[in-house]
């Protein structure tokens, strides 16, 4: 990411590369555009599964084509280019069918982070995996107890020789029931503030002692996941980062999440061309409106052009913030802009769909999927601002450690986490 | 805004020290209780330091400092939005850009290199009142007459067009666009200075009532000028995108350090969490303008093939977030914020009369859905 030598591939022969390659390997994307966001398709066990099978393999194309890792340093078997690489590769490979649904949080911010914080053993053993599409990674972090409060993991692993001994429950995690490995944070220090007693470490999701268990949400999605560990043993060589440093990695970590709205150097995902990013989109809110018999109607058209724009202002906010954070003319924690703009413009898209899908959109017949899609998606719509951190905790880092105001009172700092409260006090 | 080349920041900084200098809110106040509401020997002075010149090729005298005019006019125009400095800039900038680009040797040596020494002004007029304000529409009418033309109709509101010594005014003709290069004081023009709520410009209507005008006056090629007009008007939202962006900084910057040294209740503004929350997207609204004001600078400049799309989705961007950013700031300030003493208002008059000119977020959501049609049915 930081090769800045002359001797790498200039960006016009790379993108001329990546244009042939794509065009001679990787099918159309898939007709119609894949909807991401609120108003995905739910799909079957056996579709889900499929299309991660297929994803892995696109994965693996990619990496054989030389096209995968772009900012990945070559010794992990990445390319060694540079953000400007992986911002053409975005742009040529819209319209292609790429591991869209492997992307994250594989590549960000579990790759991210184990490239920042991992030992040199850590790195070769997964980074060329996470490339090949043969480890597909996850984010052990939010528990039952607390959504927003990271820090305030119960999830407790202890030292027993050379291993670690992990209990507790993680949550919200999409397609542990999948994927291959997990990011974990973990307490290993009860006694001191919160946090400076945790730790990270690297889990097999599917072994003995790990029970995921699959949440239904209200779309009938049963993509997140509860994990409950119990009496899971790591050795101490997957451990990332020191013995109750944890939180140094986990504020990275936070920080590598907010990039997944945009603005990551790990992460593929089509940029420019195509408004097809986000619930609805251009393209599918064109055909809602002619569905709906209100293409020619001046109120719909111009909420089309507003979800248009906005996917147009997001793309241009997301390159110009992570230009200002490379440059320093803003700090890193300014990636919480693209977050909150992410969730806000998802949640007006879904309105924007659930309005022009009318009636429809609260009661369908059988041949008139997309209303219904509308329908459930504006009731899924706050999806956007929850997941990934909500974008509360933005609004919080943006005021706070952007224009540097005055930080949120807390019950829980210098004191001993096990004295931290953790519910009302009874009497 | 953008990032900028050294030449740009050296530029920028000169226009940016000029106007702290010349113009400061008190001295913006009081040109505003003159009749024109700029002083025609300050804007000499800016002639002199480029403002002027940006967007004509070098052939024509003109000289751009990045290679991209548009963005350093942008730049230009940004720091006249900080400062809420009057002065006919995009009036005068989209006329010296269309003879730069479309003039007869004639138009060139003569109005157009006034215009750049800063020795007179212009205005486009291409607005017209409804119900003929859909975006782009053009019915004042030209009229071919012996070896000239009479125009006939209406153009409101235009920017500075009792005191612009040159009017360019877009017609239609025959089917076509054609443009004219009119001297405001021609026989039967006549203009009606408008009232308006931005202190710091004048608008007027114009009325061409047979307005005779000779062949040499027309821009560019008969019936052909739709495509120009076009330009001329996506340049035009560029440049008030930036003004837009300058002075939706301004507003922000100074209500932050209002919340940080206004305190309620023991405590400042700052340190409340729903008022923190409101500032983080104030934040949000402001970087995403900055960002994409700055692509649609770039676009026009570089006459981009999606030029239109990136100018449109700016505008219904900034359009909406621009003024509600700046009402948030008057609402945070509380009584003051409303009151005529305190400079915000400037501010607020400023972006909300850059909102319905060119186009109002409404017409350019419209038209960027117009484009994604086309470009299905292309695909």
């Not at chain 1, 244009?19 to 909807?35: K, M, Q, S, V």
Request: charged content about 25%; glycine content about 12%; proline content about 5%.
């Amino acid at each position: 990411m930081s090769v800045t030598a002359t001797d790498i591939e200039d960006v016009e022969s790379f993108t001329r590369r990546a244009r042939r390659w794509l065009a001679e390997n990787l099918p159309p994307a898939p007709a119609g555009g894949r909807e991401m966001g609120a108003m995905a398709v739910v799909r079957s066990d056996e579709e889900e599964l499929a299309r991660i099978a297929r994803c892995r393999e696109l994965q693996r194309m990619l990496f054989d084509g030389g096209l995968a890792g772009i900012c990945v340093p070559r010794e992990y078997g990445g390319q060694g280019l540079t953000v400007a690489h992986q911002e053409a590769l975005n742009r040529e490979i819209a319209g292609y069918d790429y591991p869209a649904e492997t992307q994250i949080p594989t590549f960000t911010p579990c790759m991210a982070v184990i490239l920042e914080f991992g030992t040199e053993d850590q790195k070769r053993r997964h980074v060329p995996a996470i490339l090949r599409g043969e480890e597909l990674w996850m984010q052990f972090l939010s528990e039952p107890s607390g959504g927003s409060d990271v820090a305030g993991a119960l999830t407790t692993a202890v030292r027993d020789g050379d291993e670690w001994v992990l209990n507790g429950s993680k949550i919200w995690t999409t397609g542990a029931w999948w994927a291959d490995w997990a990011l974990c944070l973990a307490r290993t220090n009860w006694d001191v503030p919160k946090h400076r007693g945790l730790s990270v470490f690297m889990v097999k999701i599917h072994q003995p002692g790990i029970e995921v268990h699959r949440i239904e949400m209200l779309n009938g999605s049963r993509e997140f996941c509860q994990e409950f560990i119990s009496d899971v043993r790591i050795p101490d060589a997957d451990r990332v980062g020191e013995v109750d440093q944890g939180w140094t990695v986990g504020v990275r970590w936070m920080y590598h999440e907010r990039t997944v709205a945009g603005g990551s150097p790990y992460v593929t995902q089509p940029m420019g061309r195509r408004p097809a990013r986000g619930a609805g989109g251009g393209s599918s809110l064109l055909r809602l409106a002619r569905q709906t018999g209100r293409i020619g109607d001046r109120h719909a058209r111009e909420l089309i052009g507003e979800s248009h724009a906005l996917s147009l202002v997001g793309d241009a906010m997301t390159r110009h913030v992570s230009a200002g954070i490379r440059s320093g003319r803003v700090s890193d924690q300014a990636a919480a802009l693209i977050r909150l703009f992410g969730g806000t413009r998802e949640v007006r898209n879904a309105s924007i769909a659930f309005e022009l899908a009318g009636g429809g959109a609260v009661a369908w017949s059988e041949d008139e999927p997309q209303l219904g899609l509308a329908g459930v998606g504006y009731l899924m719509r706050q999806a956007a601002c929850i997941g990934g951190g909500t974008t509360e905790m933005s609004r919080n880092v943006v005021s706070e450690r952007v224009l540097g105001m005055p930080r949120e009172r807390s019950g829980d700092r210098d004191i001993p986490f096990r004295d931290v409260p953790r519910g009302p006090a009874h009497a | 805004m953008f990032e900028r080349t050294d030449d740009q920041q050296l530029f920028e900084e000169t226009t940016r020290r000029f106007l702290e200098a010349e113009l400061p809110l008190t001295a913006v106040r009081d040109l505003a209780r003159t009749g024109p509401g700029f002083d025609r020997g300050l804007w000499a002075k800016g002639a002199e330091l480029g403002w002027t010149s940006l967007l004509v090729p070098e052939e024509a005298g003109g000289a751009s400092v990045s290679g991209n005019g548009v963005v350093d006019l942008a730049l230009v125009a940004y720091q006249f939005g900080r400062h809420a400095a009057p002065g006919p800039l995009l009036a005068t900038n989209l006329v010296a850009a269309a003879l730069g680009r479309f003039g007869t040797p004639d138009q060139q040596a003569g109005p157009l290199a006034q215009l750049m020494a800063g020795e007179a002004i212009a205005t486009w007029a291409f607005a017209e009142p409804p119900p003929h304000d859909e975006l782009g529409e053009v019915h004042l009418a030209a009229t071919p007459d012996g070896d000239g033309f009479v125009l006939e109709g209406t153009k409101s509101p235009v920017e500075a067009g009792a005191d612009a010594d040159h009017v360019l005014v877009a017609a239609s003709h025959d089917g076509g666009v054609s443009q004219f290069l009119v001297p405001r004081a021609a026989a039967g023009l006549t203009a009606t200075p408008l009232r308006g709520i931005d202190l710091t410009r004048r608008f007027a209507r114009l009325d061409f009532r047979g307005v005779r005008v000779p062949a040499t006056s027309m821009v560019g090629e008969p019936k052909q000028a739709a495509g120009g007009v076009a330009w001329l008007a996506d340049l035009a939202v560029a440049v008030q995108l930036a003004e837009m962006a300058g002075a939706m900084r301004w507003a922000f910057d100074t209500t932050v350090e209002w919340a940080f040294n206004r305190y309620s209740f023991g405590r400042p503004l700052a340190s409340y969490q729903e008022i923190k929350h409101r500032f983080a997207d104030m934040a949000m609204w402001l970087e995403a303008t900055d960002a994409i004001a700055g692509e649609a600078a770039r676009a026009v400049g570089d006459d981009a093939p999606n030029r239109a799309e990136v100018v449109s989705a700016a505008k219904c961007y900034a359009g909406r977030y621009g003024p509600e950013l700046v009402q948030d700031c008057v609402q945070l300030h509380g009584g003051i914020g409303i009151t005529f003493d305190h400079d915000l208002h400037l501010f607020l008059r400023r972006v909300a009369t850059d909102v319905p000119l060119f186009g109002t977020p409404g017409q350019h959501a419209a038209r960027l859905t117009a484009i994604l049609e086309a470009r299905e049915a292309s695909e």
